[in-house]
């Protein structure tokens, strides 16, 4: 029986990117659908799930992508609502591979050191990535986790709607410039920057000379880095006195990852794949 997984994604043209991982995950076919909406999903779940017989629908899965998460989120949901008893196929949402890339960099850093009862900021942090790393930051226990944006507006919509759909308390911050996240950080342990490729967060400055940072990681591998003075090739090196991790360093883990949920996706017909779960997965490889 062949592994099918259909990609479904927001975007017009799905991504190769998680095709390519697809296949290298195991998928022996992968058949991708662009612009896909909760208005016009039905048909194709529908394709998925009244196809195979119950004890073969294993091996039909579906992916959700695309380079909004919030259309992902909905999209995912939309899927669910068309299963029903066993009419079902796993399913997993990876949104501009936000899951996985935020999965692995915490994976990462709880392999360097303890976080819970710490304090944590994400900068740059109303993007997937950045909003997926504070919900699972938020699990493990860290004291307080403050998700920084340009506009406060933003930020404490991402903190409303990371605690409607996880139930974890988030602080929402506004930083305009390097200088404003560097005054946010001061008294964190924990430092995480997730913001746009090329953007520069924090300088050198900000961090080095700070006692109270423990661990840095930054997902932005496009120079000028998140952060100032770290490499993207940094895995756990110590620089300062802090562990830092660089989106390169770490990028490992989160192709490791990802294969191995599309893998996960064909143990069974009722997988569903989100941030817990498969940050469960990165915990368990890390």
């Known amino acids: 029986m062949k592994k099918l997984l259909f990609q479904l994604d927001t975007d017009i043209h799905?991504?190769?990117f998680d095709t390519v991982v697809a296949y290298d995950g195991g998928a022996d076919h992968v058949i991708g659908h662009g612009?896909?909406?909760p208005e016009n999903v039905t048909p194709l779940v529908e394709g998925t799930i009244f196809t195979r017989a119950p004890k073969e629908k294993q091996f039909t899965a579906i992916f959700v992508g695309g380079s909004n998460m919030v259309a992902g989120?909905?999209?995912?949901?939309?899927?669910?609502?068309?299963?029903?008893?066993?009419?079902?196929v796993s399913i997993m949402l990876?949104?501009?591979?936000?899951?996985?890339?935020?999965?692995?960099?915490?994976?990462?850093?709880?392999?360097?050191?303890a976080i819970k009862g710490k304090k944590a900021v994400i900068l740059a942090g109303t993007g997937p990535v950045g909003q997926r790393a504070a919900?699972?930051?938020?699990?493990?226990g860290v004291s307080e986790v403050v998700v920084v944006s340009r506009k406060m507006s933003r930020a404490k919509a991402a903190c409303e709607d990371m605690k409607n759909s996880f139930n974890v308390e988030l602080v929402p911050a506004e930083a305009t410039?390097?200088?404003d996240n560097g005054k946010l950080i001061e008294d964190a342990?924990?430092?995480?920057?997730?913001?746009?490729?090329?953007?520069?967060l924090i300088k050198p400055e900000h961090w080095e000379d700070n006692s109270n940072i423990e661990l840095i990681a930054d997902a932005n591998a496009t120079p000028p880095l998140g952060i100032g003075g770290t490499d993207m090739m940094d895995?756990?090196?110590?620089?300062?006195?802090?562990?830092?991790?660089?989106?390169?360093?770490?990028?490992?883990?989160?192709?490791?990852?990802?294969?191995?949920?599309?893998?996960?996706?064909?143990?069974?017909?009722?997988?569903?794949?989100?941030?817990?779960?498969i940050f469960d997965i990165a915990k368990s490889m890390a």
């Open 14 to 16: 799905p991504a190769v």
């Open 35 to 37: 612009s896909v909406t």
């Open 73 to 88: 989120q909905e999209l995912f949901k939309a899927v669910q609502k068309n299963f029903f008893a066993d009419f079902r």
């Open 94 to 113: 990876d949104s501009n591979g936000s899951n996985t890339t935020a999965a692995a960099g915490v994976a990462k850093l709880i392999t360097s050191s």
């Open 135 to 140: 919900v699972m930051m938020a699990k493990e």
């Open 177 to 179: 410039n390097c200088d």
């Open 189 to 200: 342990q924990i430092v995480f920057a997730s913001g746009a490729a090329g953007i520069e």
């Open 235 to 277: 895995k756990g090196n110590e620089r300062h006195g802090k562990i830092v991790w660089g989106a390169i360093g770490f990028g490992t883990l989160k192709l490791a990852v990802h294969k191995a949920c599309i893998q996960k996706l064909f143990e069974s017909n009722n997988q569903l794949l989100d941030a817990e779960e």
